[in-house]
């Protein structure tokens, strides 16, 4: 269908002039007070020649009216008014060059209907970096940004980014009500101005400074216990460069602080170095609250707390509550980190950049601490409100800090010997489901991709050291020593192994799980073998040498190069041209004409048995079958997941049991790599795993992670499944009943909470 515009002249020029498709002018009143600005044009759009319509734009106009807000008084553009080749714009080569020109020859002018400190609303990433200048600038992130206020570099108007629309309609319509109210954000300050609170933060202040400051903390404790409330925060190697908090899921308690930062207003943050003397002050400042049981906020609480308790720092007593999974409760379908969540309490501004940025880190911490102050005051009234603060300090808080959190330093004993014994046992399984894939006609890989233009050799001798021949010590004719080269008889004289091998590269390295089973059957699988491939080479045309370097230069010679008569690989110019009749000689030195050509050859490779990890080889067997690859529910895009597998196998059944011993071999080594291999790294000097529980899904259940022991895999087959052979690891402590039914276990549960 042809687009409804075609390109203006202001388009020549353009890196998408000729690639891209369609064309979409500004939409919306000559004046505006809200300006939305979007990446490319999507396909609907380009063809019809109108900024956000099509799926994106029908979620665009569903948020406008939640917002109660009139599409036909709002602007829209995009900041590349045509719909790159095959959609691709972030990334892409052309990106800097398209961007940068559609801003000047269309942006800038759009930007001028805006009245006087009217709105702009970026939608997404794109839009946001340029709008905003942020081009090169790293950890900029719309989930960061959103609902944000900001003026623009020219301090001509404000700026409330927010979500694309696409990103909500792929997936993330959870966002809706969070956009709704960016949109919100940009509607109050187009009609009544904004004026930001005030922020003091404190970066690195003197000793005498922030020990009167925990004074005047401890002494407001003193006479408000549960109005003085405490945000803290530390910096440590796993949060470095400002990790998302909801993304730090494990870190090493010990690994040394850098900074703590911390809040008690609405209007101040403060970070410290940990060192001496600010360290004796951060003890004093823990000491006193917990001496008064008072309140302090974290996000990510454990992440900090372990850091303070490796520290030796006073935490007993302290009422710590994790802001994170408070916010969990409250919307349990949201991101969950501090950045996404701030600007829905705070109208700081964006900040999690910073910590990315030379010469901000100080103040990016001390806006952390201050961050998490504003969302502590902003969200516990919401839990209140919802009737969700009891039920979150009953059901998570309390029963994490009295059961799950001693549970899990406590840790799970485990039985080395019997895991090990039951690691050989998985690793045998492996090894005779990879014996029945070779008796199917799955094919693996060549490799390199290439290949060898020579056919390559063994491993040197360790005697001669490839060289065939050694060293000894002989005599003259007249009798006087000298010392004379021999064969070596080691290997013949040949300086290498006659079988040579792959080498690492080739074969790869050990999979965790699967590990000593697949490595044998890839070494004893492996062949040499010869193959003719087309390859790129380049040909010189002044010369006829063909497969010649980037420094080529012709020389003398005596053939006439013409299309087709090229010199064999090797042959130097000045030689002969066995396959050429014709007698020429151009001059020395001519230029060369070289020209990149497709040819045949033939190669040697390392023929790899079928590899059961690799999705594009399971996806080629499917395809060599004539059988059309599965897809995936969501993207669309063909998948080797267990439910296609499944399917196949139901399908093809005993005809064909490649697709059962895929699905055999996933599990096996889920079970080997999980819960073997992965409970073994993770053992202690005790030999006890410390799994952790928390309410991560939406369901607020109880989630067990690291590794999960709530629904280990392949467990319906009683005593003879891959569960219980893990099972039979997991040492009973006294006390604890082991080998009962789930019935038992119930009842024994509850028969221990009477008590």
Known sequence: MQPKYPKPAACEGCALATTGYGYAPYHGPETTRILFIAEALGADEATHGQPLIGAAGGVHTRVLRRASMD??????????????????????????????????????????????????????????????GLQGVEGVAIKDFHGTVSRDPSDRFWVV?????????????????????????????????????????????SPQWFAAWVDDHLARLAQDLDGTWLALDTEFLEKAGGVDESELVSWDRTSPMTRVNVANRKGQGVTVPYREPYTTEVERLLAGVAAHHGWMFLWNKYADLDHLAAAGHTLEGIVAIDLMWAWHYLQAALPRGLGFVAPLASD??????????????????????????RGAIWLIPQLIAAGMLTIFLRDWHERD?????????????????????????????????????????????????????????????????GKGKIKTEGVTKVGKPKTVWVTCEACDGVGHDEQPHPPVSILGKPTRGGGEAKTQYLIEGVQLVQAEISVEVSNCRTCGQSDVGLRHQCAEHPDTARPGNLRPPGTLCGQANPASAIAATPAAGTSPNIVREHVQQQRWFWRLPFNPDAPQQILAYIASQGEAAP????????????????????????DDPFYQCVLDWKAVQKVDSTYVIGVLTRLDD???????????????????????????????????SLAAGFRRAVVSRDGVPADRTVEELEAWGARWGAT
């Not at 800097?96 to 400190?117: F, G, M, V």
């Not at 501004?349 to 901000?360: I, N, S, T």
């Not at 080797?640 to 196998?649: P, Y």
């Not at 899904?697 to 895999?713: A, K, M």
């Open 161 to 205: 980014p927010s979500f694309h629309p696409s990103h909500l309609q792929r997936g993330a319509m959870g966002l809706l009500d969070v956009v709704a109210r960016d949109y919100g954000v940009a509607q109050q300050i187009a009609n009544n101005g904004f004026t930001r609170s005030s922020a003091d933060l404190v970066v690195d202040p």
């Open 348 to 373: 700081f501004g964006a900040w999690k950049h910073w910590a990315k940025q030379p010469g901000l880190e100080g103040k990016y911490a001390a806006a952390d601490a201050l961050q998490t102050y």
């Open 631 to 654: 897809l995936a529910r969501k993207t669309r895009k063909p998948t080797t997941d267990k439910d296609a597998m499944k399917s196949l196998a139901k399908k093809y059944g005993e």
């Open 71 to 132: 599409r036909d008084s709002c602007g829209h553009d995009n900041c590349a008014r045509c719909r790159p080749p095959e959609n691709w714009l972030v990334g892409a080569p052309w990106e800097k060059e398209a961007l940068a020109h559609c801003r000047r020859a269309y942006l800038e002018s759009t930007l001028k209907r805006l009245t006087p400190n009217g709105v702009i609303v970026p939608l997404g990433a794109t839009a946001l970096r340029n709008i905003l």
């Open 401 to 465: 800090q009295y059961v799950l959190r001693p549970a899990r330093l406590q840790g799970v004993p485990i039985d080395r010997p019997e895991l090990e014994a039951f690691h050989e046992e998985l690793q045998g399984k492996l090894g005779n489901i990879l014996e029945r894939i070779k008796a199917t006609t799955a094919q693996g890989v060549l490799k390199p991709k290439l290949g060898y233009t020579r056919k390559p050799k063994g491993a040197p001798c360790p005697t001669c050291i």
């Open 686 to 720: 005790n030999d006890c795993i410390h799994p952790e529980i928390t309410p991560k899904p939406q369901t607020l259940r109880d989630s067990c992670v690291g590794p999960n022991l709530q629904n280990v895999v392949a467990d319906r087959e009683g005593p003879a």
